[in-house]
């Protein structure tokens, strides 16, 4: 294993900072989500009511800075590095999610936690060092190269048939359909976030990047794709329960991001078999924790309950199901 570079080590401090503000923020906008709910139509039936609500707006004040974060994290270090360290976000927004929301997670789904983290851990420890790209010109000749150009593609009529034939008719009750759409947009808005992020870097350098339009292009890009995945994410929060949007929203975030930074950025071309091998390993043990969390999501607050009925009266009965639990969490 190769010593981290000065770079890589500033890359994951900053993307750490990034996922305790990020996974906040899910549980703060959720809250509003909420709020609004009970005044207007919700966010998945199409309402806007959550742009009146302080609380939704502190969340995503609190995801701005998070993603600040992330963005300077992509300056110093390749996206195979900074972006499994996303899985932090899923332990806070879980844990958040189950004092604050009453969203209770298993012990199983604890476990699922941990082994979220040792993956993330066993890649971040065996990630390649970040290129070194000398003008923002030199990134968009990687992003326009045959293969890239073939992604960017198929990622775009994937997301054009979800946006147009599948959320409408199975966005509120299939999670993947929201999720799906921001994954895959969120695996471009990288590439174009890293873009922007060194173009920056190196403007403050002294070379001034943003006398080139291909700075702005990867502006334009990034702008784009972040309001398709606030807008769609909203929807998925509003819907689905938050200990499970994270973990597959991650996951599958993360798969497509790494596949695009392979593609685009080549970056384990400079790797041994070994390397790549313990990555893959390391990712693996993230599916596998995310699978706990996603299987146990309703064991916690099964158990729960299981220990409100034995409290219960004898003779009362206790009738509760996901829809009175989403009402009883609309007035949180």
Request: aromatic share 12%.
């Amino acid at each position: 294993m190769e010593e981290m570079s000065p770079d890589n080590i500033h890359g994951v401090i900053l993307a750490v900072s990034s996922s305790i503000f990020i996974g906040s923020s899910f549980i703060i906008k959720k809250k509003g989500l909420k709020k609004a709910g009970v005044s207007g139509p919700r966010a998945g039936e199409g309402g806007y009511g959550y742009l009146y609500e302080p609380w939704w707006w502190a969340g995503m004040i609190t995801m701005i800075v998070g993603e600040i974060a992330n963005f300077a994290a992509y300056a110093f270090a390749p996206a195979i590095l900074v972006t499994p360290l996303g899985a932090l976000s899923i332990i806070f927004s879980a844990v958040l999610a189950h004092f604050i929301l009453q969203e209770k997670l298993h012990m199983f789904g604890i476990l699922g936690c941990v082994l979220c983290v040792v993956g993330s851990t066993t890649i971040v420890l065996h990630a390649p060092h970040e290129q070194d790209i000398e003008s923002v010109k030199q990134v968009w000749h990687l992003a326009t190269e045959p293969g890239f150009l073939a992604y960017s593609a198929v990622v775009l009529v994937v997301v054009l048939v979800l946006i147009f034939y599948y959320e409408p008719r199975y966005g509120k009750t299939h999670m993947i359909v929201y999720v799906g759409i921001c994954s895959l947009m969120g695996s471009l808005t990288v590439m174009s976030v890293k873009a922007v992020a060194i173009a920056t870097k190196l403007t403050f350098s002294g070379m001034n990047q943003f006398k080139y339009f291909h700075a702005w292009i990867f502006i334009i890009v990034v702008t784009i794709c972040c309001i398709l995945q606030i807008n769609y994410l909203n929807k998925a929060l509003d819907n689905f329960n938050t200990a499970v949007i994270s973990p597959v929203y991650y996951v599958m975030f993360t798969t497509f991001t790494i596949l695009a930074s392979m593609i685009m950025f080549k970056d384990w071309a400079s790797q041994s078999g070994l390397q790549i091998a313990t990555q893959l390993c390391g990712f693996v043990t993230i599916l596998s924790g995310t699978f706990l969390l996603h299987k146990t999501k309703d064991m916690g607050n099964s158990a729960s309950l299981r220990g409100a009925t034995s409290q219960s009266p004898r003779g009362t009965p206790v009738f509760i199901n996901s829809a009175s639990t989403r009402s009883t969490n609309s007035n949180l």
